[in-house]
């Protein structure tokens, strides 16, 4: 047993957010046969993933705030604190901070067997789709 050692909180990079977003890991593999990947997401008011899907399919579990989650067929789903959205592998989605403040979830998902490919970053949403028009 062991006490993992805290890692510094990371802003996520432009490329694949729009806004301020920062990030804790909670748990990540210590060997080559793991695979879980856990992490405390903060969204600032506004704040947005760009389109990006997972091989292995991923959990949010919604902690503060109001979190909007859309996906390449126009839908939109409001989730709430207490609520655990699932992704299924492979299907292209967003995650952003809804309403007026912040939004926290945590992430938790399973690396992929090359762990390059655990997430597939696309272009960034557009005001259009994250208003769901």
């Known amino acids: 047993m062991q006490i993992e050692p805290r890692k510094p909180t990371v802003k996520n990079p432009p ?3 729009a806004g301020d977003v920062w990030l804790d890991v909670i748990a990540a593999p210590h060997t080559d046969d793991q695979r879980m990947t856990v992490a405390t997401v903060r969204f600032a008011p506004g704040a947005r993933t760009a389109w990006h899907s997972h091989a292995r399919g991923q959990y ?11 996906d390449r ?3 939109i789903l409001e989730v709430h604190p207490g609520e655990t959205l699932y992704t299924p592998p492979g299907q292209e989605h967003w995650h952003a901070a809804g309403g007026e403040g912040f939004m926290e979830h945590i992430a938790m998902m399973e690396s992929a067997d090359d762990p390059s490919q655990s997430a597939i970053w696309a272009e960034h949403v557009s005001d259009e789709d994250l208003a769901g028009r």
Do not use: I, P
């Not at 949010?60 to 859309?70: H, N, P, S």
């Open 60 to 70: 949010l579990r919604v902690t503060a705030g109001v979190a909007r989650f859309g």
């Open 73 to 75: 067929e126009g839908n």
């Open 15 to 17: 490329e694949q957010f």
